[in-house]
């Protein structure tokens, strides 16, 4: 499947898609389980990669990322009432030469929905499982998509993913993941950032994510902006 054209199918359909249902727009943009129309452009590793996803009623929307390298990924997601799942497939290579094609099923669970209470401080549990026909896994975690992403020939991960705000228009993100896979693979991703909200549905943001597991460790600075309609 191409990347560009399913991308560029996705910002022909923002333009015309249905507003963001009321239950979500009470939601912040930062929030891994909202349902919403946007498109975003980040600035990581020397190379800039475009995002888009297209809310279709109050429940579902679609996703897709391409890179300027030509990496890609697709995929969608379906709100719960106590979880978010999102299927995605896509391509990855790394520093080492070594090229995957992922796919994988996870989701984010808000401790809120099951009703713990936490004031400010937003609680989420990522979970999932991933299987790849790469040739080596590697762990990472992604907060522009919200989700964090696990790789190896079959794998499973669990962690947390914190959300404060801190004023107004600032809010401080954390998250982290722990990932185990065939071959004896096993993983530890860390991350955290700012995002500030220039409008109601334009926010830049920039964070940091640290990996080490099976392969080594590495470690990127994210910067990025997105629109929301």
């Excluded at 993913?161 to 107004?168: A, E, H, I, K, Y």
Aim: charged share 15%; hydrophobic share 35%.
């Amino acid at each position: 499947m191409s990347d560009r054209p399913a991308l560029a199918l996705l910002l022909c359909l923002a333009a015309t898609t249905a507003p963001v249902h009321a239950a979500e727009e009470e939601k912040s943009s930062d929030d891994p389980t909202k349902i919403a129309t946007k498109v975003g452009i980040t600035r990581a590793s020397d190379e800039f990669s475009l995002s888009g996803s297209v809310a279709v009623g109050p429940k579902l929307k679609f996703n897709a990322r391409v890179s300027e390298s030509g990496l890609w990924s697709v995929g969608a997601s379906y709100l719960l009432p106590v979880a978010i799942l999102t299927f995605s497939a896509g391509k990855s290579h790394f520093d080492s030469g070594v090229e995957q094609t992922r796919y994988s099923l996870g989701g984010f669970v808000p401790l809120s929905q099951i009703g713990l209470k936490t004031g400010k401080l937003q609680i989420f549990v990522p979970f999932g499982y991933t299987y790849t026909n790469g040739h080596g896994p590697v762990s990472d975690i992604d907060q522009s998509d919200g989700l964090p992403i696990a790789l190896s020939s079959n794998s499973g991960y669990a962690g947390l993913f914190l959300l404060r705000p801190l004023g107004p228009k600032l809010t401080a993100m954390a998250g982290g993941n722990v990932t185990k896979g065939t071959h004896d693979f096993s993983g530890v991703a860390l991350g955290g950032g700012l995002s500030y909200h220039l409008t109601r549905r334009d926010t830049v943001g920039a964070n940091i994510s640290y990996v080490d597991n099976s392969f080594g460790t590495s470690q990127k600075l994210r910067f990025s902006y997105r629109h929301e309609f």
